[in-house]
């Protein structure tokens, strides 16, 4: 289970069974949880005012434990396992998670009916999901950009080696985008509009493409519906800071590696998994940075929850890692 702070992916032996946003909806009249995913988005626009949507992460973090217990026990039920069949799950989490942000993910989970629950730090499962030998004695680095929290490490012996870290990722740039267009054009976009400019418009090395694109939006003063003409400059110079910020912490984790692994890690590469990872031209920039060969993982967004996959399939395999990371 990969709960992210956008998106959640929750894969069983048959394969992943759910890749929707972290998203629940509540009725609370009764504290029931009435949909997750897509369903609680588009539920929520539709029905009464009792019913309310919750996000309960925030860079990578739990901030409601309540809702994130119900979020996975509405997960539990939409891969049909039941409270009764006590089931062992494997969860990501960032690697710059404090030990009580740790300790609310294992317990969302106990209170949702599992049985067990083990840890596993999200480059790592990466790695692993990669197929990339983090269990032997050869530097593998991994970088993980998600919508909370950016993470760049080198791994070897089964153990983040060098870590740099942010919470911060693809929901900032969105945050930026939106704060840009109501500063200069006085108007309100929705966080999924957002998105979408920075799918379109948006670079890692300010590359300009289409050169505009027209989008719905709600006026600040008035609150009446519009179309404005949203330009590649203004994505750019949001995209910019983050970026920015990501080059750097990749920067610091490969200067604190050692020689040996910064010297497997300039033969073999580095490669980017995660949501985020899929702005154009991000593998680009990065490679001009550090001098290092950059790619991007086939399909990025899902690399975390197979690894966690592989370790739920070969727990026996597995334990020893997972006992080690799991703290």
């Known amino acids: ?50 019913v309310v949507a919750f996000r309960p992460m925030a860079q990578g973090a739990t901030i409601d434990f309540d809702v994130t217990a119900r979020l996975v026990s509405g997960l539990f039920e939409r891969a049909g396992i039941s409270a009764l069949s006590r089931a062992r799950v494997v969860m990501s989490v960032p690697s710059l998670a404090t030990a009580i942000e740790r300790r609310a993910l294992r317990q969302a989970a106990i209170q949702a009916g599992a049985r067990e629950v083990s840890l596993l730090e999200a480059p790592l499962a990466a790695g692993i999901g990669l197929g990339l030998p983090v269990q032997e004695p050869v530097g593998s680095a991994v970088t993980v950009l998600g919508a909370g929290a950016s993470e760049s490490t080198v791994l070897s012996l089964g153990g983040i080696v060098t870590r740099s870290a942010r919470r911060q990722g693809g929901a900032d740039v969105d945050a930026a985008i939106a704060t840009r267009l109501r500063h200069r ?32 939006a709600r006026t600040v003063e008035a609150g009446e519906l519009v179309e404005v003409d949203v330009g590649a400059e203004l994505v750019n110079a949001a995209v910019a800071d983050v970026v920015h910020a990501t080059a750097t912490i990749v920067q610091e984790a ?20 995660g949501g985020h990872a899929q702005l154009s031209d991000f593998a680009e920039l990065l490679a001009a940075e550090t001098g290092v060969d950059v790619r991007v993982a086939d399909e990025p967004e899902l690399v975390v929850v197979r690894g966690l996959q592989l370790c739920l399939d070969e727990m026996s395999r597995m334990h020893a890692l997972l006992r080690e990371v799991d703290r």
């Open 254 to 273: 490969l200067a604190e590696a050692p020689p040996d692994l910064s010297q497997d890690v300039s033969s073999r590469g580095i490669t980017l998994v």
């Open 185 to 216: 054009a006085g108007v309100v976009i929705a966080p999924a509009t957002a998105e979408l400019l920075k799918i379109h418009l948006g670079s890692a090395r300010g590359r300009l493409g289409q050169p505009s694109e027209r989008v719905v």
């Open 1 to 50: 289970m990969d709960i992210g702070t956008a998106n959640t992916r929750v894969a069983t032996s048959s394969g992943i069974v759910f890749n929707e946003p972290t998203v629940v909806a509540i009725d609370t009249r009764t504290g029931e949880v009435v949909e997750v995913g897509w369903g609680a988005s588009d539920l929520v626009a539709r029905t009464s005012r009792h």
